[in-house]
């Protein structure tokens, strides 16, 4: 959040005072990322592009990776899907091909949340499948993770409801047997209460939420905040 902005902005102000290097086009780059965190996304556009022709004139491939993936998400989500998804599908290969793997989970990421919001969930599907592939693959544990839960919530939301129950099982297992970021338990515990609801089973949709609530203090995320007190209003209405 703040403190984070704070820390590029410091590392921009110092960097800014020397000859155009690596490092600055990094810490450009993560300021764009921090605005499309933020879902600020017409200055996570204005970063990302300047990130991308600093990456340009000093051939830093990875930077043009991370800002590709930042511009071309907030692109998406702000509405310019094909041209979002041109950049994050390109951001995707360039980071496959240079075994960059926080950066290739993280585009798989973006490209799955992406698809989903346009409705696209075969294609969602397909990518969350290749993340979780991948991701087990390199012993990205927190990406495998993520990508079940993503398996389970576009089951659910594309009508294959009994696939997305026996999903449950799995993604509860590696949430507890893998180191798992606050985040993604979040994400799951939402989930969840959200298909109890959707079955009217109200009370344990409450349960789920309310054991969920030391979570949902600390996160950082408004997002979150609000699903999660959407969902516990459900379960009370439904309750009365």
Not at 171 to 181: A, G, P
Request: charged share 20%.
């Amino acid at each position: 959040g703040t403190t984070a902005f704070r820390h590029f902005e410091l590392a921009l102000a110092i960097l800014e005072e020397r000859p155009e290097s690596v490092e600055l086009a990094h810490t450009i780059s993560g300021i764009s990322r921090l605005y499309m965190l933020a879902c600020e996304y017409t200055q996570a556009i204005h970063w990302g592009e300047r990130a991308l022709a600093l990456a340009d004139r000093l051939d830093a491939e990875a930077v043009s990776v991370h800002a590709l993936n930042n511009v071309g998400a907030s692109l998406g989500l702000s509405g310019q899907w094909d041209r979002g998804l041109a950049m994050m599908r390109d951001s995707l290969n360039r980071a496959l091909s240079l075994t960059l793997i926080y950066d290739a989970s993280r585009a798989y990421y973006n490209l799955i949340e992406l698809l989903q919001m346009m409705g696209n969930y075969a294609q969602a599907r397909a990518t969350a499948e290749e993340l979780f592939a991948y991701a087990t693959r390199v012993h990205a544990s927190h990406y495998s993770s993520s990508a079940l839960v993503r398996l389970m919530e576009i089951d659910w939301l594309s009508g294959r409801w009994a696939d997305a129950l026996q999903r449950r099982p799995e993604v509860i297992d590696w949430l507890t047997s893998h180191k798992s970021m606050m985040h993604l338990k979040l994400n799951a515990t939402i989930l969840f209460s959200q298909i109890h609801n959707d079955l009217g089973q109200a009370q344990m949709a409450r349960q789920e939420l309310e054991d969920g609530l030391p979570l949902i203090r600390s996160a950082p995320e408004q997002h979150a905040l609000i699903l999660h007190l959407g969902e516990l209003l459900r379960a009370y209405d439904l309750l009365v």
